[in-house]
């Protein structure tokens, strides 16, 4: 398994409060994903860094915003929490040697409920 | 815009039956396909990947998949399933030249039956 992990892997928050996600690598690998997962909709791009300092919006990024300070680590932030946040999230990394076709590969998980 | 379309959104089989998933994409350009698979409880894992050559691919556990561009599809096959073979299975397509982002279908879970 590629060395990701995420943290926390399970919170519960209420709505309003600003949570923070974080995503470590070892793999040294070049891009970072956020994902949230949701029944029916399957995994949808939230964020993604194709370099320390460098990030760019996916197709739900409302809401959210990220850093990326190091190679490492990716943080994802919900600055005031909504209970249409609640959802599992998920980390990915690539090596982006060649972008189109690298794999990537997928944290464990973070399951994330806003009351 | 891109989108991925898996047909079949729940399917249930008996040990040692065949499968087909679907999967079906919406863009004129090249792409890249993929195949992810999410066990009980587990992160998501590439099953496979096709970005170009031929069009029967194959990946690990006995799955393949084969990429119809006429018929812009990527459908997974399994010619028996096993009872571990219960997961959740993700079509997924990047567009060739992208930043890497993956359009996800919406998922298709597999519950094979001993």
């Known amino acids: 398994d590629a060395g990701i992990t995420q943290s926390p892997r399970h919170k519960v928050t209420e709505t309003g409060t600003p949570v923070t996600l974080r995503c470590h690598q070892t793999e040294n690998h070049r891009y970072m994903y956020w994902y949230r997962q949701d029944p029916g909709h399957g995994l949808r791009l939230i964020h993604y860094?194709?370099?320390?300092?460098?990030?760019d919006k996916g197709e739900v990024s409302d809401g959210y915003s990220v850093s990326r300070s190091k190679t490492e680590d990716f943080l994802l932030t919900l600055e005031s929490a909504t209970s249409s946040q609640t959802s599992v999230y998920f980390c990915?990394?690539?090596?982006?040697?060649?972008?189109?076709?690298?794999?990537?590969?997928f944290g464990p998980g973070t399951r994330l409920t806003v009351l | 815009a891109q989108s991925v379309s898996q047909h079949n959104h729940h399917v249930i089989l008996s040990e040692a039956a065949s499968l087909e998933l679907g999967c079906n994409y919406s863009?004129?350009?090249?792409?890249?396909l993929f195949w992810y698979v999410q066990y009980p409880g587990q992160h998501l894992q590439l099953l496979l990947k096709?970005?170009?050559?031929?069009?029967l691919v194959k990946g690990i556990k006995g799955f393949e998949a084969e990429f119809i561009k006429s018929k812009f599809s990527f459908n997974l096959r399994k010619p028996s399933v096993q009872w571990s073979d219960t997961a959740e299975y993700f079509c997924?397509?990047?567009?060739?030249?992208?930043?890497?982002?993956?359009?996800f279908g919406q998922g298709t879970t597999l519950q094979v039956k001993p």
């Open positions: 863009y004129g350009g090249t792409v890249n």
């Open positions: 997924a397509v990047n567009a060739a030249g992208n930043t890497g982002k993956l359009i």
């Open positions: 860094s194709y370099g320390v300092k460098d990030t």
């Open positions: 990915a990394i690539s090596p982006g040697q060649r972008i189109g076709t690298d794999t990537q590969y």
């Open positions: 096709y970005f170009s050559g031929d069009p």
